[in-house]
């Protein structure tokens, strides 16, 4: 058991079911070790069960579903060293069982629906990442899933998918506005009317004016870049890779937004492009690519998802000890 924290670091990663959240939790267990991170499914903070939900014509996306009370309440706990007694949502029976003790860690991660919906629970988040999944993708990842390994009809999919949406807009989505980085999975624009979603366009957004945060670059920070990195260095297959970097709006926020379109062949060869980004948070040349390697068979290591989601969590790993240190300079000082 970790000893109690003299400073508790929170993270929040927010984004829709099947956005690659559980990934993205163990990539950040690769970095910080199981140990010193603690998650929290704010899916436990539902305060109707299924069957209520289904009753009162509500979805889980819905905030009058969540007890957002009482999880303002614990994180603030956890956050000031204090253990919790959390309940626990079940998802396979549809209820909520009795709560468990959650002990103060080094590292809260808070990850669902809502992490950043309520203003108390975003104020106490130290970092934050939205996972968000573009309609064009989720529907054709959904569609391929469902209907090849589970045999629903194409109807049928496409109706679950638009009854969850006007809760989604409304509830969910607005979150990107608030997240110091978003991760953004879009449909290649390398193959003309492609429709299969398996090649990918996925873009790192980056706040700028966040304290501490020293957002990533490509060749000249502030610039915009096109660049094309295929070639000898780097093998790639059809229809190849494009990178691009460059300043934005985004969300009414000034932004820099990173992106890289197409599939990696060789992992071992994004040492490449590692060594043409800036502000990586890595601790030696190479640990990016190392990261990656780690996982080969992770969804999205191929393309921009695994890329980005590593950089994040580097970034992530940088705050907690920018944080930390200030903590322990502090203690040394008295």
Same mark, same amino acid.
């Given at each position: 058991?970790?000893?109690?924290?003299?400073?508790?670091?929170? #993270?929040?990663?927010?984004?829709?079911?099947?956005?690659? !959240?559980?990934?993205?939790?163990? $990539?950040?267990?690769?970095?910080?070790?199981?140990?010193?991170?603690?998650? #929290?499914? @704010?899916?436990?903070?539902?305060?109707? +069960?299924?069957?209520?939900?289904?009753?009162?014509?509500?979805?889980?996306?819905?905030?009058?579903?969540? =007890?957002? +009370?009482?999880?303002?309440?614990?994180?603030?706990?956890?956050?000031?060293?204090?253990?919790?007694?959390?309940?626990?949502?079940?998802?396979?029976?549809?209820?909520?069982? *009795?709560?468990?003790?959650?002990?103060?860690?080094?590292?809260?991660?808070?990850?669902?629906?809502? &992490?950043?919906?309520?203003?108390?629970?975003?104020?106490?988040? +130290?970092?934050?990442?939205?996972? +968000?999944?573009?309609?064009?993708?989720?529907?054709?990842?959904? #569609? %391929?899933?469902?209907?090849?390994?589970?045999?629903?009809?194409?109807?049928?999919?496409?109706?679950?998918? =638009?009854?969850? $949406?006007?809760?989604?807009?409304?509830?969910?989505? /607005? %979150?990107?506005?608030?997240?110091?980085?978003?991760?953004?999975?879009?449909?290649?624009?390398?193959?003309?009317?492609?429709?299969? $979603? !398996?090649?990918?366009?996925?873009?790192?957004?980056?706040?700028?004016?966040? *304290?501490?945060?020293?957002?990533?670059?490509?060749?000249?920070?502030?610039?915009?870049?096109?660049?094309?990195?295929?070639? $000898?260095?780097?093998?790639? /297959?059809?229809?190849?890779?494009?990178?691009?970097?460059? *300043?934005?709006?985004?969300?009414? =926020?000034?932004?820099?937004?990173?992106?890289?379109?197409?599939?990696?062949?060789?992992?071992?060869?994004?040492?490449?492009?590692?060594?043409?980004?800036?502000?990586?948070?890595? !601790?030696?040349?190479?640990?990016?690519?190392?990261?990656?390697?780690?996982? &080969?068979?992770? *969804?999205?290591? !191929?393309?921009?998802?695994?890329?980005?989601?590593?950089?994040?969590?580097?970034?992530?790993?940088?705050?907690?000890?920018? @944080?930390?240190?200030?903590?322990?300079?502090?203690?040394?000082?008295?």
């Amino acid at each position: 058991m970790t000893s109690k924290p003299d400073h508790v670091v929170l #993270i929040g990663v927010a984004g829709d079911s099947g956005c690659g !959240k559980s990934t993205f939790l163990r $990539r950040l267990k690769d970095l910080f070790g199981e140990e010193l991170m603690t998650v #929290i499914c @704010l899916d436990d903070y539902h305060c109707l +069960d299924r069957k209520q939900r289904k009753e009162q014509g509500v979805t889980a996306l819905d905030p009058r579903a969540n =007890n957002f +009370d009482l999880m303002y309440e614990q994180i603030k706990a956890l956050k000031n060293g204090q253990a919790v007694d959390k309940p626990i949502y079940n998802h396979e029976t549809g209820m909520i069982d *009795p709560p468990e003790r959650i002990e103060p860690n080094r590292i809260i991660v808070i990850e669902g629906l809502h &992490p950043m919906y309520d203003e108390r629970v975003r104020s106490l988040l +130290d970092f934050s990442v939205y996972l +968000d999944i573009s309609d064009e993708v989720k529907i054709a990842w959904k #569609i %391929q899933r469902d209907m090849a390994e589970r045999g629903h009809r194409y109807e049928d999919v496409l109706a679950s998918i =638009n009854a969850r $949406r006007p809760d989604f807009m409304a509830y969910i989505d /607005p %979150q990107k506005a608030h997240a110091d980085v978003v991760i953004q999975v879009l449909p290649t624009k390398l193959i003309p009317d492609d429709k299969e $979603r !398996k090649v990918l366009r996925v873009q790192m957004i980056q706040r700028y004016g966040i *304290p501490g945060f020293e957002p990533v670059y490509l060749f000249d920070e502030g610039s915009t870049i096109d660049w094309t990195p295929c070639g $000898r260095k780097l093998t790639c /297959p059809y229809p190849g890779i494009k990178m691009y970097y460059g *300043p934005d709006a985004y969300q009414g =926020n000034e932004v820099s937004i990173l992106e890289v379109d197409g599939q990696f062949d060789n992992l071992e060869e994004i040492i490449y492009i590692e060594s043409h980004l800036s502000n990586t948070s890595t !601790k030696f040349y190479g640990e990016l690519t190392e990261l990656l390697l780690q996982h &080969p068979d992770y *969804p999205g290591s !191929k393309n921009g998802t695994g890329l980005f989601q590593v950089l994040v969590g580097l970034k992530m790993r940088a705050t907690y000890e920018r @944080l930390t240190a200030a903590e322990t300079k502090v203690a040394v000082n008295v």
